[in-house]
Every structure is written in C-alpha cells, then in structure tokens.
C-alpha cells in the first residue's frame, strides 16, 4: 500500500506544470506562515487551494491533518469526527514512504492522533466497564470494552512507536518524551512513567539554556523578543508538567518526589495557590504537620475558589486540627 501511495504521489508532481510548482510553492509558504501566526482560516484557505493543484501534497496534507487534530474536541468528549479525519490524513501522508524518511513534523502530529486516539478508546472501555456493573446483561458491554481496550492499546503503541523514532534521531526529544510521559501515565506504567518524566526535564533543562543562551547571544531585538517569549512558554510548560509529575508521585504514594517537584513549581512562581494546598497535603504524608499547616494558610490568603469548595474545606480542616 505504501508503495502504491508513493507512485501516486510521484505521478501527481510530475503532472504539475514549472508554473504550477512555483505556486505550489507560494502556497505552501503562505499555508505555514498562516499556521505559525495562528491565522487557521487563512491557513485553510491556502491548504484547500493547493489541494486543488496537487491533492496528494506531502506538506499540505500534513498541515491540514495537523488543523483538524488541534480542532477536534476532548479525547473524552462525544464529538470525534475531526480527530477521526485528522487521524486517517495523517495516516495516508504516513503510508506514502518509509518512517524513518519522514518529516518530523508529520511522525510528531501522527503520534498525537493515535495517542488521543488511545485515550479516546481507553475512556470508552472504562465506561462500558462502569456500565457492565449496574447492566443485567454483562456479557455483551465487556466484550465491546475488550475491543476498546485492544484498540487503545493499538493506537498507544503506534504513538510510541513514532516518537520513539524521534528519540532515536535526535528531534523533538523534549516533546517526544513528555507525550512519552503522558501515554505511561494513561497506561499506569510507572517505571516507564520516571524514565520519560526525567527524559523530559533533562531536555527541557537543556532547551531552556539553549534559549537563554541566543538571548544574551543577538543583538536583534525582534529576534530577542520572540526568544523571551519562547523562554516564557518554557516556563509555563515546566509548571504544568511538573505539577502533573508531582500528582502522579502523590497518587503512588512517592512523596518525596512529589515534594521534588511542588518546591520547583513554588519556587519558580510562588503564586501557584493550588499548588500551596497541593503541596501541603504531601508534607501531611511525610509528617511535616507544621510545614504543612503554611503552605495551607498560603492557599486559603491567596486562592480565588469559593468558600465550599472542598480543598478550602480540607485545608481548614487540617488548620483546626
């Protein structure tokens, strides 16, 4: 199949007038211009009418495969017709060479799809399995969770698959192994789980470096600019994904690593007030009572939650005490 898809792809290039080709080229350019600036009507726009010119466009398809993952709903959600389309696109720019003769964006926009894929089908066979428990009929919801379940698993290891592709030529390691971290956590794989999370943050360490580094290095002020904000998305990433790391040691009762984590988190914005009562409940694991007992009140004077909300009622609870 995949060498029938590259003939296709062949013949459709050839056909293309020198005319032709440097629109085609124009068009591109412009589609992912769009796309960068957040411009996606735009970049649509360029997409379809370059699909018209040559419908089998590797970097047109790709584009368009990557519009739809990014607008398609929750991977719990009900609606799943744009991660669908996005996941066959995807699949049929994949089929059209060899994996490891692929653009990186493409491996990395295909692993996305079949890992909220993944998700997708591990949420539904968790459902049936919940709905098994309360049905007179079990037989017939167990069976469709086990089909569930079996394609979760299908999409997950064709996620790795590519990702790790990634790692082993020396692209987008940061995000391969934090999406690697991601798929571990949904499979409850804990050792995988350590290996991808310090993976992660070794090359977020080395990525925030680098970006500093060209900061000090240019004297372009547009330039410094867009790498202050690159530094300042790297930021928030480290927030988000540390304090995702930390509750998964919470939950697997590994607290001094969790602690690990919510002290970077604090350090690095010290106005982070879920991440006070976050790590409050973990010094209550480790003994830390009176510890624990500040990082509550530093939640309550800061947190924006209404009063009954329960983590304001836990931490007064613990402050009673």
Avoid: W
Wanted: charged residues 30%.
């Amino acid at each position: 199949m995949r060498y029938a898809a590259l003939l296709l792809l062949l013949c459709a290039c050839n056909s293309l007038s020198i005319e032709q080709r440097n629109e085609l080229a124009q068009i591109q350019e412009r589609a992912k211009n769009y796309f960068d600036r957040g411009l996606i009507a735009q970049a649509i726009g360029q997409i379809d009418r370059g699909l018209e010119l040559a419908p089998e466009d590797y970097q047109l398809n790709t584009l368009k495969g990557t519009i739809l993952l990014r607008q398609s709903s929750s991977a719990l959600g009900q609606d799943h017709r744009l991660l669908d389309e996005a996941t066959a696109l995807l699949e049929k720019v994949f089929e059209t060479r060899a994996a490891n003769r692929h653009e990186p964006y493409l491996l990395f926009n295909y692993a996305l799809a079949q890992e909220k894929q993944g998700r997708r089908n591990l949420g539904e066979s968790i459902s049936l399995r919940d709905q098994a428990t309360r049905a007179p009929e079990k037989a017939p919801l167990l069976e469709k969770a086990e089909a569930a379940t079996a394609a979760a698993n299908a999409y997950f290891a064709g996620a790795r698959e590519h990702l790790a592709t990634l790692i082993e030529r020396g692209e987008l390691l940061r995000l391969s192994h934090q999406h690697l971290l991601l798929i571990a956590q949904d499979l409850r794989e804990d050792a995988a789980f350590d290996d991808h999370q310090k993976a992660y943050l070794a090359q977020l360490g080395k990525d925030q470096a680098f970006v500093k580094a060209e900061i000090e290095r240019t004297p372009i002020p547009g330039y410094e600019q867009k790498r202050l904000q690159d530094l300042e998305d790297l930021k928030a990433e480290e927030l988000e994904m540390r304090t995702l790391i930390a509750e998964h040691y919470y939950l697997t009762r590994d607290y001094k690593l969790a602690l690990d984590m919510l002290d970077r988190v604090l350090a690095l914005d010290p106005r982070r007030s879920v991440d006070y009562y976050n790590r409050g409940r973990v010094l209550l694991e480790l003994d830390r009572a009176e510890d624990a007992a500040k990082d509550f009140r530093s939640f309550l004077s800061i947190s924006d939650l209404p009063d009954d909300n329960p983590k304001k009622a836990f931490a007064y609870s613990k402050l009673l005490k």
